[in-house]
């Protein structure tokens, strides 16, 4: 029955082949820069999209940085984000100068290297032209966010129901009730249902979307299958009462929610949840519950989306979290003392 249960938690939808379906067009939902939006001197760009982006292609060959009238740029870090579906331009170096306060600098976007995870392309050329203001009062940072903390009492809150993701038995063999199973099956491993589909010939433009992608990239997220079967669930619309789950052996504060600098669309069409499920393997995670009447029986937030999306960007660090559970009134969590949560963790 264990299996059985297993292997329901990763099974398959009716899909169509990719190569068949037409591709429409990315679109830039907006910016926080532009001609009357200045960037602080200590701050970034950042660019959202209407759809999931090919995360091979985001590099600075396809968002290219140019002072106007001239001068060095410092080559930026070019990060995506595929929960909210933005692209961050910042500094190579934080701490450190950058760009230039009170120069203005253009951003060039090439629609034929900025495309979908379907091939569908910008409609055209897009450029964007802002100057550098003043500094803000904190260099941009996004939140730090630590496995015990953040990560590991989710996973063990949605992750675990009917076994899906815990003992011999994990579907997909991918266990995420404790450090060492994260780090052992998930962390560099490439995915099972990656393991799939043509390649690009060598004389072809980037690559196939999805292919022997690991489950969990250290620092790119992008490239991480864990994320992209997390962001193929909707939204949830309820918000039942959230336990408090915790794991014994978390050490720092939770990490501050965190906001896109771009204006976005925390929910992707429907559409482009079609297409994300038709290059992706498998069922959405968590498996979908046809009412879910409690907090585990819902899918991620998109704020714990972003905590796994930082958890990763930030390394993927796997250190040990001890057992996990729901905070008891004595002020531990209802774990048993091997770091297995117990049976009735998670109940109300």
Same mark, same amino acid.
């Given at each position: 029955?264990?299996? @059985? ?5 990763? @099974? ?12 429409? /067009? ?17 701050? /970034?760009?950042?660019?959202? =999209? +209407?759809? &999931? ?30 929960v909210a579906r933005t692209v961050t331009i910042q500094n190579p170096s934080p701490g450190r100068p950058w760009l230039a306060q009170d120069q203005i600098y253009k951003l060039d ?44 009492? %989710? ?30 099956? /998930? ?21 196939? =979307?999805? %292919? ?44 501050? +929610? &965190? ?11 429907? @559409? ?22 409690? &907090? ?16 990763i960007a930030q390394g993927a660090d796997v250190p040990e979290c001890g057992g996990c559970g729901v905070q008891l009134d004595a002020g531990a969590p209802d774990a048993t003392t ?11």
């Amino acid at each position: 029955m264990g299996a @059985a249960l297993a292997a329901a938690c990763d @099974a398959g939808t009716f899909r169509v082949d990719p190569a068949t379906q037409p591709a429409f /067009a990315l679109v830039m939902l907006g910016s926080n820069v532009g001609e009357n939006k200045p960037m602080p001197l200590n701050g /970034a760009v950042q660019l959202s =999209f +209407s759809r &999931y982006l090919m995360p091979s292609n985001v590099t600075r060959q396809a968002f290219v940085l140019t002072a106007v009238g001239g001068g060095a740029v410092p080559p930026p870090i070019v990060a995506y984000d595929p929960v909210a579906r933005t692209v961050t331009i910042q500094n190579p170096s934080p701490g450190r100068p950058w760009l230039a306060q009170d120069q203005i600098y253009k951003l060039d976007m090439n629609p034929e290297q900025v495309l979908a995870i379907d091939g569908g392309k910008l409609e055209g050329p897009l450029s964007l032209t802002f100057r550098v203001g003043p500094p803000a009062i904190a260099e941009y940072a996004e939140p730090k966010v630590n496995l015990c903390t953040d990560i590991l009492p %989710i996973f063990t809150a949605k992750c675990l129901g009917s076994g899906c993701h815990s003992g011999s038995q994990a579907a997909a063999s991918l266990v995420l009730d404790t450090s060492v199973g994260i780090k052992v099956t /998930a962390v560099g491993r490439v995915a099972q249902g990656a393991n799939t589909g043509a390649r690009a010939a060598p004389s072809a433009p980037g690559k196939v =979307f999805g %292919i022997d992608m690991p489950v969990v990239d250290p620092g790119n997220p992008s490239n991480s299958w864990l994320l992209y079967k997390v962001v193929m669930a909707s939204l949830p619309t309820t918000s039942p009462t959230v336990a408090n789950y915790v794991c014994t052996k978390a050490t720092t504060a939770k990490a501050e +929610s &965190y906001t896109p600098l771009a204006p976005y669309s925390e929910a992707p069409t429907q @559409a482009e949840t079609d297409v994300l499920s038709n290059l992706v393997l498998g069922r959405e995670m968590p498996f979908p519950v046809a009412k879910p009447a409690v &907090y585990e029986e819902l899918p991620l937030t998109f704020q714990e989306r972003e905590k796994v999306r930082l958890w990763i960007a930030q390394g993927a660090d796997v250190p040990e979290c001890g057992g996990c559970g729901v905070q008891l009134d004595a002020g531990a969590p209802d774990a048993t003392t091997d770091g297995a949560p117990s049976s009735d963790a998670g109940t109300d």
